[in-house]
């Protein structure tokens, strides 16, 4: 079985629908709280190649709309820094396996996670 990892929050609706999703097709999967434990420069990296900073970094966050103009230029210069200091920027979630990643969980996501992962 490959090994699924959620990565989103707790109190996340969106992390908390594709969990409960991938549960009731069987998916045997691992939460990781990014408050909690932040994903590692390594995997933000790779996210990023993957997704482009402008969909890994969520502007539509209240974290975004909180910050000061240059925390935000901060985050467009070195977004790996600012999601490890700040994993709430963030989109959610990141549902990775040894075959790929998604991000979110609108349709798309839910189409590739389905071919990925048919019930």
């Given at each position: 079985?490959?090994?699924?990892?959620?990565?989103?929050?707790?109190?996340?609706?969106?992390?908390?629908?594709?969990?409960?999703?991938?549960?009731?097709?069987?998916?045997?999967?691992?939460?990781?709280?990014?408050?909690?434990?932040?994903?590692?420069?390594?995997?933000?990296?790779?996210?990023?190649?993957?997704?482009?900073?402008?969909?890994?970094?969520?502007?539509?966050?209240?974290?975004?709309?909180?910050?000061?103009?240059?925390?935000?230029?901060?985050?467009?210069?070195?977004?790996?820094?600012?999601?490890?200091?700040?994993?709430?920027?963030?989109?959610?979630?990141?549902?990775?396996?040894?075959?790929?990643?998604?991000?979110?969980?609108?349709?798309?996501?839910?189409?590739?996670?389905?071919?990925?992962?048919?019930a």
């Amino acid at each position: 079985m490959t090994d699924v990892t959620l990565y989103g929050l707790k109190t996340c609706d969106s992390c908390r629908k594709a969990r409960r999703w991938l549960e009731e097709r069987g998916v045997s999967l691992t939460f990781q709280d990014v408050r909690e434990a932040p994903p590692t420069a390594g995997q933000l990296e790779t996210w990023l190649d993957r997704f482009g900073w402008a969909r890994l970094v969520n502007t539509k966050s209240q974290t975004w709309r909180g910050m000061e103009d240059a925390e935000r230029e901060a985050a467009r210069s070195d977004a790996v820094a600012a999601l490890r200091a700040t994993p709430t920027l963030m989109k959610r979630p990141v549902v990775a396996w040894s075959g790929g990643a998604t991000l979110g969980f609108d349709g798309a996501a839910q189409a590739a996670l389905e071919a990925a992962f048919p019930a």
